[in-house]
Structure formats: C-alpha cells, structure tokens
C-alpha cells in the first residue's frame, strides 16, 4: 500500500530565510512523487514532480525537491522565503503502475512572517 | 497545461436532496477520473476512481449508492451525492489523468464546496 508522510502539521520561517517542508513516502514499487499547494478555498496548484532521472526537481515559484531513495524522502525545499509562500502545502505518491491514483499527505501549514 | 473545470463551484441545498458535480478535461481526453473529498484543514481523501465506460471503484468506507459516479465520455465525469446529509458538507475535488505524454500526471479541478443544511 501506497503512504504518505508529513511530519509537521506547521512551518514557521522569516521572509528571506531559507524553507524546508519534509515528506516521506512508502511504495511498493518505483515512486512518482508530486508537491502541490493550495490557498484557502482554491483547488490545488502543481509545483513540482520526480518521476525519474535528476534526483534534484526545480519546480514552479522557485520551489524544488531533492528525491533521496535511501530515505524514501522528498522534502520540499525553497532557498528564500516569500510572504506569498504561505499555504497548505500537500506532498504525494503513487507508484508506476497503470491506474493508481495520487494518495497525499495530510498536508503542512507554511506560514512566512515579513 | 491540461486543464480540469468543476461545476458549480460552490453549493447550498437542503438535507434529503441530491447534488450533482461536474467534471471536465477541457483539452485533453481523461482516460481516468479521480473524485477526492477535503474536510476543513484536512488532506485530500480518495473517494474512488472511474475509467471511461467502465463502473468506478471506490475506496474503502465510501458509500457507491450514496456517491454516484459517472464516466460516460472521455472529458466528463459526474459525482451525485444522492440524498445529502449535513455530514456530506465538504470540498470535492475531481482529477484527471489523459493518455500519452499526459498519463502521468493527474491534472486537478478547482474544487467545488458543497454545504448541506
């Protein structure tokens, strides 16, 4: 069975400091892994992906991923805080095969303080 | 990019009354739909999974009579919530995944919240 983990229901960073958002993953067989956003109300918003290749994923709003198969990890990474980088940030998994879908994580509250 | 719309975006209706939610793939054939449900602050929830012209499967817990899902063309699919209850009220969310260079990526709606009185 597919499962995701985000440890920390809330991260806190001052704009301009670097952020961390940590997911952990469980798959039976080789994962595709996804970070997605969401403002209040609103649906959810791509930012990056790992299917396969560089372990390394630059997405969207200067967002990237390192995807570390020794840690079934893909933490969500970005170098300098927004205050617009605030949201409810989802990570998720499904494995390679045909027909499955996305299962996320509970989700981590970003909040950037100016 | 591949785009998903909902409709309505937003519902109210009495308990005891049906709701039905659109989904669309407006420029590509969704050769899989996904309808997730999202309480306040919560993740998104697997609610089941429908491929075109075939019955959907549903996750565990979620009632097939009570959510009912239609896949009948490649960009449409439909979720009736059949005689709403107040215990219903929720953010559904729709997902799309296409074929080709597509199929790996599932494109998601806007979302549609649904407040039953």
């Known amino acids: 069975a597919q499962s995701v983990a985000q440890p920390e229901d809330q991260v806190n960073v001052a704009e301009g400091n670097p952020l961390t958002v940590k997911c952990t993953y469980s798959?039976?067989?080789?994962?595709?892994l996804f970070w997605y956003v969401q403002y209040p109300n609103r649906g959810l918003q791509f930012l990056l992906k790992y299917i396969t290749g560089d372990n390394l994923v630059k997405g969207s709003y200067g967002f990237e991923a390192e995807f570390n198969k020794s840690q079934t990890s893909f933490h969500l990474k970005k170098p300098s805080a927004l205050v617009s980088d605030s949201a409810l940030y989802f990570c998720a998994v499904r494995d390679n095969q045909a027909g499955t879908a996305l299962i996320f994580g509970k989700g981590t509250t970003l909040s950037v303080s100016s | 990019g591949a785009v998903v719309s909902q409709h309505p975006s937003r519902v109210i209706c009495k308990s005891g009354t049906s709701v039905k939610i659109e989904c669309r793939s407006l420029d590509f054939q969704a050769t899989t739909m996904f309808w997730y449900r999202q309480f306040p602050k919560q993740s998104l929830m697997l609610m089941a999974t429908s491929n075109e012209g075939s019955k959907a499967t549903y996750e565990q817990g979620v009632e097939k009579d009570k959510f009912l899902i239609n896949h009948a063309s490649l960009t449409l699919s439909t979720l009736t919530v059949t005689s709403a209850h107040p215990e219903d009220s929720s953010f559904y969310i729709c997902?799309?995944?296409?074929?080709?260079?597509?199929?790996?990526?599932?494109?998601f709606g806007p979302g549609t919240r649904l407040t039953v009185l």
């Open positions: 798959v039976s067989g080789n994962p595709y």
């Open positions: 997902s799309a995944r296409g074929s080709g260079r597509s199929y790996n990526e599932q494109f």
